[in-house]
């Protein structure tokens, strides 16, 4: 094979170079190749020799050669880095990472890296990340949902009501918040046992959930409480609300008895933040359940 590369010494020429390694001239022909080619591209060198470089390059690297490769090294005299997809002797497609530099002779010398490892690599990073980031995705999930109801926490509840009433207080719409608790949920778990209390816990969950819209944040809030923020709902809508909760949730039967709640409701004055508000709706609920329980009170002030 005619060999134009400059060796370095006796013991190192082009050919035991790792890579493969190709000098064209400035009318795109092929000059000289080295021994890469036959061992790894199953090239017949001879055949490439005074061919155009573009006959070992797949059509959309074609393009790519021409109108951006070409252009680069016209003005830059290097491209560092490119990637390309090469046609190997036996028809079979390669991707390789190419290194091009021109001389002071318009000859154009080219390094070829095989990038088919690399992509696979690229490509196993990417599964890597997306399942990293499903990961992610399902922590945050669970940190902020109950993992007994499937309802919003009391911390996510209080970070996305903050939002909620900062919209609010610029819109002047009405808001309504909802303070429900389980009537001697204590008496349950005490004759019953905790896996009862449990499962009054969760059937209560599917009804606020089968009662709420999508727009309604709806929280477990704390042991047998839970805590509803009803957008765009005034003190009319919020009562049609607990009515129909009330309703729902005297199905629930515990020793064939109806389990019941109750609920305390304060409406969004435009002005209080979310512990006010949830306060109001708590002073509420005592008030319900100081007249006997399974019925709901709206804060007032007399």
Not at 192 to 207: F, I, N, T
Request: with cysteine; aromatic share 8%; hydrophobic share 40%.
């Amino acid at each position: 094979m005619n060999n134009n590369f400059t060796n370095i010494d006796t013991c190192f020429t082009p050919d035991n170079l790792p890579c493969g390694a190709m000098v064209t001239d400035a009318e795109h022909l092929i000059l000289n190749v080295n021994a890469y080619f036959a061992n790894e591209l199953c090239w017949d060198t001879n055949l490439l020799i005074g061919h155009r470089v573009e006959s070992i390059l797949t059509k959309a690297s074609k393009i790519f050669y021409q109108s951006y490769l070409v252009p680069t090294l016209l003005h830059e005299k290097h491209c560092e880095e490119m990637q390309l997809s090469i046609v190997k002797g036996n028809g079979k497609r390669i991707s390789i990472t190419a290194n091009v530099k021109v001389d002071a002779n318009t000859n154009v010398y080219w390094s070829f890296f095989d990038a088919s490892k690399r992509n696979k690599l690229y490509e196993e990073l990417i599964q890597a990340r997306e399942q990293l980031e499903l990961q992610t995705q399902e922590l945050k999930t669970l940190a902020s949902i109950d993992e007994l109801t499937g309802l919003l926490n009391r911390r996510e509840i209080k970070s996305r009501s903050t939002s909620v009433l900062s919209l609010f207080a610029r819109t002047q719409s009405p808001l309504s918040i909802l303070m429900v608790d389980i009537d001697f949920f204590k008496s349950i778990n005490d004759n019953y046992g905790h896996a009862e209390g449990d499962r009054v816990l969760k059937e209560l969950g599917r009804v606020l959930i089968t009662c709420g819209r999508e727009s309604d944040l709806i929280s477990r809030f704390g042991g047998e409480e839970f805590l509803i923020l009803l957008p765009d709902n005034n003190l009319e809508q919020a009562m049609i609300f607990a009515m129909r909760l009330h309703n729902l949730v005297n199905k629930i039967l515990i020793d064939e008895k109806a389990l019941t709640v109750s609920i305390g409701i304060s409406l969004f004055d435009g002005k209080m933040s979310f512990e006010e508000f949830v306060h109001k709706a708590d002073i509420a609920l005592y008030k319900a359940k100081g007249l006997g329980r399974n019925k709901t009170e709206v804060f007032s002030l007399a």
